[in-house]
């Protein structure tokens, strides 16, 4: 969406249309669950998650100034409840052990689509990558964020969500070496 379309969105939401409720919702809704999902490695936990970020969204939708897209703030926000979930050490014991542990959980959403071993080694390699370079990958090349928008969801100036993502490319090279070295 352009500024323009998120503006005309944005007034018809604050003056009540719920046609326009529903469009912001499915404009955004899978975008916002599919980050969530990369992000947590855990459907459901992405479920909540995406509804606890439509729901601050709506909360806050009138302090809403427009410096960014809607897409750039509901990211942000996602990301912030992702965080939060960290933080809080919210996440059930399966799924932290699956995160601990590649090798002892089944396949996530992501891998069961994957057909091909290159595509299963890119993301064995990127789950292997510590969180933080694993997350900016995720929003720049899963997700599709520009520079600019990663460096306002991570609250970041835009040099070094650059530099970030240059070190986490290396670090993904160097994992996928070492797949290939075995």
Same mark, same amino acid.
């Given at each position: 969406?352009?500024?323009? %379309? #998120?503006?005309? =969105?944005?007034?018809?939401?604050?003056?009540?249309?719920?046609?326009?409720?529903?469009?912001?919702?499915? #404009?955004?809704? $899978?975008?916002?669950?599919?980050? =969530?999902?990369?992000?947590?490695?855990?459907?459901? &936990?992405? @479920?909540?998650?995406?509804?606890?970020?439509?729901?601050?969204?709506?909360?806050?939708?009138?302090?809403?100034?427009?410096? %960014?897209?809607? /897409?750039?703030? =509901?990211?942000?926000?996602?990301?912030?409840?992702?965080?939060?979930?960290?933080?809080?050490?919210?996440?059930?014991?399966?799924?932290?052990?699956?995160?601990?542990?590649?090798?002892?959980?089944?396949?996530?959403?992501? @891998? $069961?689509?994957?057909?091909?071993?290159? %595509?299963?080694?890119?993301?064995?390699?990127?789950?292997?990558?510590?969180?933080?370079?694993?997350?900016?990958?995720? &929003?720049?090349? =899963?997700?599709?964020? /520009?520079?600019?928008?990663?460096? #306002?969801?991570?609250? @970041?100036?835009?040099?070094?969500?650059?530099?970030?993502?240059?070190?986490?490319?290396?670090?993904?090279?160097?994992?996928?070496?070492?797949? /290939?070295?075995?």
């Amino acid at each position: 969406m352009t500024q323009s %379309s #998120d503006n005309a =969105l944005l007034k018809r939401i604050l003056a009540g249309s719920r046609e326009a409720c529903a469009e912001f919702v499915r #404009d955004h809704h $899978a975008p916002v669950y599919r980050l =969530l999902v990369h992000l947590c490695r855990d459907a459901h &936990l992405a @479920e909540d998650l995406t509804q606890e970020t439509f729901l601050v969204a709506w909360t806050k939708i009138r302090s809403f100034k427009a410096a %960014s897209s809607l /897409s750039t703030w =509901l990211h942000t926000i996602a990301y912030r409840k992702f965080i939060d979930v960290c933080r809080q050490g919210a996440r059930s014991k399966s799924a932290q052990g699956a995160l601990d542990d590649p090798q002892s959980r089944g396949p996530s959403p992501y @891998e $069961a689509a994957l057909v091909n071993d290159e %595509s299963r080694w890119l993301y064995q390699a990127l789950d292997r990558l510590p969180e933080p370079e694993r997350d900016i990958l995720v &929003l720049h090349y =899963l997700q599709g964020l /520009s520079y600019q928008q990663m460096a #306002d969801v991570l609250d @970041e100036p835009s040099g070094t969500v650059k530099w970030r993502t240059s070190v986490a490319i290396d670090r993904l090279r160097q994992e996928l070496t070492k797949r /290939s070295v075995k």
